[in-house]
C-alpha cells in the first residue's frame, strides 16, 4: 500500500465519526448521511495526494462534503422523500433534551440546504462568518443573510424555541 493509500486510511478511521455527525445534521436522516459521507470520500480519494500537499485536509473534506449536499439535494428535489414522524411515548416528558433535539433536527430539516449548511456550520461547528463563507465559497455577506433568514424561518417553524435561537 502506498503512503498515500494509508495517509488517507488513516484521516478517514480517525474523522468518520465526526464527518458523519455533520452529514446527519446537514440531511436529517442517517442512511442519506452516510451516503453523503461516501460519496464525499470517494470524491477526495480521486484527488487525495494534492488535498494532502496543500496542507490540512479538513477545510477541503468540509468543503467538499457542504458541496456534495447541496448538490445531492438539487438533484433530489423534485423526488417525494418520505417523511419518518417520531411516535409519541408516554412518559416523554422528563426526557425534554431529546424533544428539543428532535424537534430542532425536524425543523432543520424545513430549512433550505444552503441555509441549514449555515446554521451547521455557525452553530455547529462554530466557524466564524469569515470561515463559513470560505467553506461554501460565498461572501460574508451571503453567509450573514443567510444565518438571519435561517434563523427566523426557524423562530417561524418553532416558535416554542425562540429564546434557544436567540
Known amino acids: 500500500m502506498t503512503d498515500a493509500h494509508e495517509s488517507f486510511r488513516e484521516y478517514v478511521q ?6 458523519s455527525r455533520i452529514a446527519y445534521l446537514l440531511t436529517g436522516d442517517a442512511h442519506l448521511a452516510e451516503e453523503l459521507v461516501q460519496q464525499t470520500l470517494i470524491s477526495v480519494a480521486a484527488r487525495w495526494e494534492r488535498v494532502v500537499a ?10 467538499t462534503l457542504y458541496h456534495q449536499h447541496i ?3 438539487r438533484r433530489r428535489r423534485h423526488d417525494a422523500l418520505p417523511v419518518a414522524e417520531v411516535p409519541e411515548r408516554p412518559g416523554r416528558d ?3 433534551d431529546i424533544a428539543t433535539a428532535v424537534t430542532m433536527r425536524q425543523a432543520l430539516a424545513q430549512l433550505a440546504p ?3 449548511a449555515v446554521l451547521v456550520l455557525r452553530f455547529y461547528e ?8 470560505a467553506v461554501l465559497s460565498c461572501s460574508v455577506s451571503t453567509v450573514k443573510s443567510q444565518t438571519r433568514d435561517a434563523l ?3 423562530r417561524t417553524i418553532v416558535p416554542d424555541l425562540a429564546e434557544a435561537l436567540s
Not at 14 to 19: A, W
Not at 54 to 63: A, H, V
Open 14 to 19: 480517525g474523522r468518520l465519526p465526526g464527518l
Open 54 to 63: 496543500g496542507g490540512d485536509p479538513e477545510p477541503y473534506i468540509r468543503r
Open 71 to 73: 448538490s445531492s439535494w
Open 94 to 96: 422528563h426526557i425534554g
Open 114 to 116: 444552503r441555509q441549514r
Open 126 to 133: 462554530d466557524l466564524t462568518e469569515v470561515q463559513t463563507a
Open 152 to 154: 427566523a424561518r426557524m
